[in-house]
């Protein structure tokens, strides 16, 4: 369904002082529809400022160059100094939850309110929702309020949006994916942004240690319930070894459920401050939440994580017994 965006467009002529937010560990999609945002306003002769509850992940600093984002509760973006905008635009989501600690200030916050956002799931945030399900990705839908309002596309806004669309269909291979986000992408290329830099500013980043880490990781890759469970470690002198350090260990896990057949992936990381880090992954409906509330973490079905106060020798055993005997629960019905 595509949105009548007169509401934005009033919201806008209306208000002259604008804050752009999006949600806690912000992703491509969150960073690059917030920035598209503040950039369409600013077209409009408009103030904009970008403020939200996370960091700007290493991985995105490149979308960043003049350090625009600020983390709520900063200097200089704390509660009381954010006080005099006149409306709130809240990019990529609908809960508040996903508000982290910015939650108590939007709720208090007495301007306007409006949220453009692609998600199913929704708290009522008192604001004016510009919502569609539908569509692949929040920077899809600024892209479309670009055009709906006649605001030209610049290179850096078209880069940003293109981020939130690549990033959020696993460039271009989701299910979600239709032959208008392929049109989307080509205006996005022809207003001058440029997917070769791009996928390579994202995805062409390694560090030679964070390579080695990985050989030693999966050299040490295993596989348990007749190839339904792919584990791994990450050891201590690993990092010293490869030179990597611990942030590098960032999606490894995902190596073990690219084995076909292996429902749940498991890697422990041996903290450099003793106990170790689990992460789980899992490609079939094991509930990997459950799992890890057990030994005392949470996370969501798919991916989810748990601190273990034990060392590997005691750990890895108890969480295999307790991963088998989940399993054996559920016949599994491998995605
Ligand atoms: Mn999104």
Redesign the pocket.
């Known amino acids: 369904m595509p949105i009548d965006w007169t509401p934005l467009a009033e919201v806008l002529d209306r208000h002259s002082r604008f804050l752009v937010t999006t949600h806690v560990r912000p992703?491509g999609?969150?960073l690059g529809?917030a920035q598209g945002m503040a950039e369409l306003i600013e077209a409009r002769g408009k103030t904009a400022r970008l403020v939200m509850p996370s960091a700007v992940p290493p991985r995105y600093a490149f979308l960043d160059p003049d350090r625009r984002f600020a983390r709520f509760g900063d200097p200089g973006a704390t509660a009381d100094e954010l006080r005099d905008f006149d409306a709130l635009l809240i990019l990529?989501l609908s809960s508040w939850s996903q508000l982290g600690e910015m939650a108590p200030w939007v709720r208090d916050f007495s301007g306007t309110r409006l949220i453009i956002d692609?998600?199913q799931s929704a708290d009522d945030l008192g604001a004016i929702v510009l919502k569609d399900p539908t569509a692949e990705?929040?920077?899809a839908l600024v892209l479309e309020a670009a055009e709906a309002l006649g605001v030209p596309i610049s290179p850096s806004m078209a880069t940003a949006l293109l981020t939130?669309l690549a990033m959020?269909t696993g460039w271009f291979r989701h299910a979600s994916v239709t032959p208008a986000t392929f049109r989307a992408a080509a205006r996005l290329l022809e207003a001058g942004a440029d997917a070769h830099t791009l996928y390579r500013q994202l995805y062409e980043q390694n560090t030679p240690g964070r390579l080695r880490l990985i050989g030693t990781a999966l050299s040490r890759l295993r596989l348990d319930a007749d190839g339904r469970i792919a584990y791994t470690t990450v050891e201590r002198a690993d990092f010293e070894q490869s030179g990597a350090i611990p942030p590098e260990t960032e999606d490894l896990v995902d190596y073990t459920v690219s084995i076909a057949g292996v429902e749940v992936g498991l890697l422990f990381i041996e903290q450099l401050k003793g106990g170790i880090k689990l992460s789980l992954r899992a490609r079939s409906d094991f509930d990997c939440a459950r799992l890890a509330a057990r030994f005392g973490g949470g996370g969501h079905r798919a991916a989810a994580g748990a601190p273990l106060p034990d060392p590997l020798q005691a750990s890895l055993p108890a969480v295999l017994d307790a991963v088998r005997s989940q399993l054996a629960q559920n016949p599994g019905t491998p995605a």
Do not use: L, P, V
Request: proline share 0%; glycine share 8%; hydrophobic share 25%.
């Open positions: 992703d999609d969150a529809s990529d692609h998600h990705a929040t920077g939130a959020d």
